[in-house]
């Protein structure tokens, strides 16, 4: 071994080198990292570690019969969202609506001199329609502003003082590619949906301190590191987060890597070009190891649960109503080629079948326009309606296909609110895992955090067994969606590898960079619904320990 950086080696256990390779999964007992690189396996690096003695430049790890894993990655977050939400009430442990209206209240008891209650994410499911009234806040926030993200963050519930804030009346006409939910009489219920609730975030709500902003991003990786995650994809970046990023990474406050995904406004995108390019370069230019910022992300539609997601044929519920897309074909067409031509990678978020379709038809335009096309490796994120006939044009377009697997499960807002809305003709048309992977194309795994749980264990096991890991005697839903466990791991690894634009991460061969998570148990040998309840023991990120457990 040479001396010219730290050697770590891991024994006596099971490492997970690949879990889904062309042969099936690959697995060693021992790993040696030098530096950032994996440089040996099996006997290799027994035989390093055997001749460890006392040398102060090689650690010898017992993986005490775990498993070393490659490190996780998050295809699909909003960690700066996730970390301020610790700022505000904790609505999100609320079991029902009085739950919600007793935190916001006692948050009030312990801040009496806050201008503003900010917080989230509440439940939709604890009103009918997904539908907040401002006067139900108003019993416990009085003439405080107040307002509340739900779950999808794509909502928002804020109380009367906050619409007061806002201007918003029975006159304030709806804005562009947003809702005012409003009473028979015209006046505002007190619910605000997609831009109505975005743009009243951005221009009303006063902004978080940047050291408030600081501590919620380092709380955030901090917490993803301490699960084995490596990677990040905010999925949700506005011009003011730049600075914030540049200034972590500066003050060493990033405890995973995080890509950073510039959000195209339809408004401006024009502009955004060269703004997006400049700020690809500032962050090039800082050139630091856990901070990238080579994306662009589009919003194309909103959520099946508010109405807002485009669909191709009206909701089951709302006959003449096929949501709010907030791109037309045509200019996204425009806006795709020119962000791809200037060498972005794009990241579209696609929840409706109509969405879905408009995206792929939007990326197979910029490959015909010959820009960076395959080499930027595109993404749609989410794919919760996919028409099965589109399901074969990610493979044949090399599209990355963004699941959040946790979503693929029948549980209350899919049995209240999603499957209602859509009718039950297309229920079967929801997160085709099983059948886009079928089709060749690359599949990875996010979470959508704080939208629900940042942590892949629960969301691995749904993948596999398309019910929650609490219920398992529970039935599958649409079990022909199932991916097996080496698949449903790759997806986290490889498969977030090839998202994450590194050829050499994503698996423990000899050379890739050293990304590693130690956990209690093999994943892919134990029953699927025993995943959720494996311990993190200590992750590894390009060599260097960014989270150690109880275990050493």
Same mark, same amino acid.
């Given at each position: 071994?040479?001396?010219? !950086?730290? @050697?770590?080696v891991?024994? #006596?256990?099971t490492?997970?080198?690949?879990?889904?390779? $062309?042969?099936?999964a690959?697995?060693?007992?021992?790993?040696?990292?030098?530096?950032?690189?994996?440089?040996?396996l099996?006997?290799?690096?027994q /035989?390093?570690? @055997?001749?460890?003695g006392?040398?102060?430049?090689?650690?010898v790890?017992?993986?005490?019969?775990?498993t070393?894993?490659?490190?996780?990655? *998050?295809?699909h $977050?909003?960690?700066?969202?996730?970390?301020?939400?610790?700022?505000?009430?904790?609505?999100?442990?609320?079991?029902?609506?009085?739950g919600i209206?007793?935190?916001?209240?006692?948050?009030?008891?312990?801040?009496?001199?806050?201008?503003?209650?900010?917080?989230?994410?509440?439940?939709?499911?604890?009103?009918?329609?997904?539908?907040?009234?401002?006067?139900?806040?108003?019993?416990?926030?009085g %003439?405080?502003?107040?307002?509340?993200?739900?779950?999808?963050?794509?909502? /928002?519930?804020?109380?009367?003082?906050?619409?007061?804030?806002?201007?918003?009346?029975?006159? +304030?006409?709806?804005?562009?590619?947003g809702?005012?939910?409003?009473?028979?009489?015209?006046?505002?219920?007190? +619910?605000?949906?997609?831009?109505?609730? #975005?743009? &009243?975030? /951005?221009d009303?709500?006063? $902004?978080?301190?940047?050291?408030?902003?600081?501590?919620?991003?380092?709380?955030a990786?901090?917490g993803?590191?301490?699960?084995?995650?490596?990677?990040?994809?905010d999925?949700?970046?506005?011009?003011?987060?730049l600075?914030?990023?540049?200034?972590?990474a500066?003050?060493?406050?990033?405890?995973?890597?995080?890509n950073?995904? &510039?959000?195209?406004d339809? =408004?401006?995108?024009?502009?955004?070009?060269?703004?997006?390019?400049a700020?690809r370069?500032?962050?090039?230019?800082?050139?630091?190891?856990?901070?990238?910022?080579?994306?662009?992300?589009?919003?194309?539609?909103?959520?099946?649960?508010s109405?807002?997601?485009?669909?191709?044929e009206?909701? =089951? %519920?709302?006959?003449?109503?096929?949501?709010?897309? #907030?791109?037309?074909d045509?200019?996204?067409?425009?806006?795709?080629?020119a962000? *791809?031509?200037?060498?972005?990678?794009?990241h579209?978020?696609?929840?409706?079948?109509? @969405? #879905?379709?408009?995206?792929?038809?939007?990326?197979?335009?910029?490959?015909?326009?010959?820009?960076?096309?395959a080499?930027?490796?595109?993404?749609? @994120?989410?794919?919760?309606?996919?028409?099965p006939? %589109?399901?074969?044009?990610?493979?044949?377009? *090399?599209?990355?296909?963004n699941?959040?697997?946790?979503?693929?499960?029948?549980?209350?807002?899919?049995?209240?609110?999603?499957?209602?809305?859509?009718?039950?003709?297309?229920?079967?048309?929801?997160?085709?895992?099983?059948?886009?992977?079928?089709?060749?194309?690359?599949v990875? &795994?996010? !979470?959508?955090?704080p939208?629900?749980?940042?942590?892949w264990?629960?969301?691995l096991?749904?993948?596999i067994?398309?019910?929650?890991?609490?219920?398992?005697?529970?039935?599958?839903?649409?079990? *022909?969606?199932r991916?097996?466990?080496?698949? =449903?791991?790759?997806?986290?690894?490889?498969?977030?590898?090839?998202?994450a634009l /590194?050829? %050499?991460?994503? +698996?423990?061969?000899?050379?890739?960079v050293?990304?590693?998570?130690?956990?209690?148990?093999?994943?892919?040998?134990?029953?699927?619904?025993?995943?959720?309840?494996?311990?993190?023991?200590?992750?590894?990120?390009?060599g260097?320990?960014?989270?150690?457990?109880?275990?050493?």
């Open positions: 071994m040479s001396e010219a !950086s730290h @050697a770590t891991f024994v #006596n256990g490492v997970i080198v690949d879990p889904a390779s $062309a042969s099936g690959v697995t060693s007992e021992a790993v040696a990292f030098q530096g950032d690189r994996v440089v040996a099996g006997s290799e690096a /035989a390093i570690a @055997a001749g460890a006392s040398d102060p430049a090689l650690t790890i017992d993986l005490a019969s775990g070393l894993a490659p490190g996780i990655g *998050d295809g $977050a909003h960690p700066l969202l996730g970390g301020i939400e610790a700022l505000g009430p904790r609505v999100r442990e609320a079991a029902d609506l009085a209206l007793a935190a916001v209240a006692e948050w009030k008891a312990a801040h009496p001199d806050a201008e503003w209650i900010v917080g989230a994410s509440y439940d939709a499911t604890f009103a009918e329609g997904g539908l907040f009234d401002a006067r139900w806040l108003d019993e416990v926030t %003439d405080t502003p107040t307002i509340l993200r739900a779950w999808d963050y794509h909502t /928002a519930w804020v109380n009367s003082a906050a619409l007061a804030a806002g201007g918003i009346t029975a006159e +304030t006409p709806d804005p562009e590619l809702r005012i939910v409003r009473r028979d009489d015209g006046s505002p219920l007190g +619910t605000l949906q997609e831009a109505a609730a #975005n743009n &009243f975030i /951005a009303v709500v006063p $902004a978080f301190t940047l050291d408030d902003r600081l501590d919620a991003i380092e709380r990786t901090r993803y590191a301490e699960q084995g995650t490596t990677w990040i994809q999925a949700w970046v506005e011009a003011a987060d600075a914030l990023y540049l200034e972590a500066k003050q060493h406050r990033l405890h995973t890597r995080v950073l995904a &510039f959000r195209a339809p =408004a401006r995108w024009r502009e955004q070009v060269a703004e997006f390019t700020a370069e500032s962050v090039r230019d800082l050139a630091h190891p856990r901070l990238s910022g080579e994306t662009v992300k589009f919003f194309l539609d909103g959520v099946i649960e109405h807002t997601a485009a669909l191709i009206p909701y =089951a %519920d709302r006959p003449t109503d096929r949501g709010l897309p #907030n791109w037309s045509v200019e996204l067409g425009e806006a795709v080629r962000f *791809d031509a200037a060498g972005f990678q794009l579209l978020h696609a929840i409706g079948d109509a @969405a #879905n379709r408009s995206a792929l038809d939007a990326l197979e335009s910029a490959r015909a326009a010959g820009g960076s096309g080499d930027s490796h595109h993404v749609i @994120a989410h794919v919760a309606l996919l028409d006939a %589109d399901v074969d044009r990610f493979a044949e377009l *090399d599209i990355i296909a699941f959040e697997p946790y979503w693929a499960q029948c549980d209350a807002v899919m049995r209240d609110l999603t499957i209602p809305h859509l009718g039950h003709s297309r229920e079967g048309w929801q997160y085709l895992i099983g059948s886009v992977h079928r089709s060749g194309a690359t990875t &795994f996010g !979470s959508d955090w939208v629900t749980t940042r942590d264990r629960p969301a096991s749904t993948a067994t398309r019910h929650s890991h609490t219920e398992p005697g529970a039935d599958a839903w649409l079990p *022909d969606e991916v097996d466990a080496g698949t =449903a791991l790759a997806a986290y690894t490889a498969g977030i590898a090839r998202q /590194a050829t %050499d991460r994503g +698996t423990l061969a000899v050379g890739m050293a990304d590693a998570v130690w956990l209690s148990a093999n994943p892919l040998a134990i029953a699927p619904e025993a995943i959720a309840d494996l311990t993190v023991h200590g992750t590894w990120l390009a260097e320990p960014t989270f150690h457990g109880d275990a050493h």
